[in-house]
T-cell receptor
Framework: GDSVTQMEGPVTLSEEAFLTINCTYT??????LFWYVQYPGEGLQLLLK?????DKGSNKGFEATYRKETTSFHLEKGSVQVSDSAVYFC??????????FGTGTRLKVLA | EADIYQTPRYLVIGTGKKITLECSQT?????MYWYQQDPGMELHLIHY???????EKGDLSSESTVSRIRTEHFPLTLESARPSHTSQYLC?????????????FGPGTRLTVT
């Protein structure tokens, strides 16, 4: 079945550092890929998405590229801020009712 | 901005009580979902609905039940709460029609059963 694997956290960075959170997937067909962010005490919010190979999703300085050849969708940001501290989830949907989520990666950014 | 609401946000209740967690969305989405989120953050699908009068159990076995009498409303009920039900419950919705649609999440209900 479909699955998503994310790097384990927590990830601790200093402000203005470069961020990469790795995400790889297995899926039949051509899934859409998503990154969600969850701030403390809140639900998940869509951060960005990509619906086909080589698409790049971007939002709020974050970006991720759908790489079919490596089955990856790594999240990157050039310069993180304290306000980026949150839990990040990679997810996919292959066209069924079901969204497959990774286990989440906690990011802590220190001032 | 997503218009999906959950009430209450926090609930502390004693063992054996019946509770209903409310979820409403104003986007007209056909698909709605309930997830249980454990302290390790992982999301577990416990119920979903394709539309009115359509509900299915998810991957994680749950003693809760759901109903979908109106498109916008998807309440979750526990007939007899137990400490093992203590968790964060997240409601979500999405447009029907295919893999490109994202889910919209409510703010969650944090349930504590004492």
């Amino acid at each position: 079945g479909d699955s998503v694997t994310q790097m384990e956290g927590p990830v601790t960075l200093s402000e203005e550092a470069f961020l990469t959170i790795n995400c790889t997937y297995t899926a039949t067909g051509y899934p859409s890929l998503f990154w969600y962010v969850q701030y403390p005490g809140e639900g998940l919010q869509l951060l960005l998405k990509a619906t086909k190979a080589d698409d790049k999703g971007s939002n709020k300085g974050f970006e991720a590229t759908y790489r079919k050849e490596t089955t990856s969708f790594h999240l990157e940001k050039g310069s993180v801020q304290v306000s980026d501290s949150a839990v990040y989830f990679c997810a996919l949907n292959s066209g069924t009712y079901k969204y497959i989520f990774g286990t989440g990666t906690r990011l802590k950014v220190l001032a | 901005e997503a218009d999906i609401y959950q009430t209450p946000r926090y609930l502390v209740i004693g063992t054996g009580k019946k509770i209903t967690l409310e979820c409403s969305q104003t986007m007209g989405h056909d698909k709605m979902y309930w997830y249980q989120q454990d302290p390790g953050m992982e999301l577990h699908l416990i119920h979903y609905s394709y539309g009115v009068n359509s509900t299915e159990k998810g991957d994680l076995s749950s003693e809760s039940t759901v109903s979908r009498i109106r498109t916008e409303h998807f309440p979750l009920t526990l007939e007899s709460a137990r400490p093992s039900h203590t968790s964060q419950y997240l409601c979500a919705s999405s447009e029907g029609g295919g893999r490109t649609y994202e889910q919209y999440f409510g703010p969650g209900t944090r349930l504590t059963v004492t």
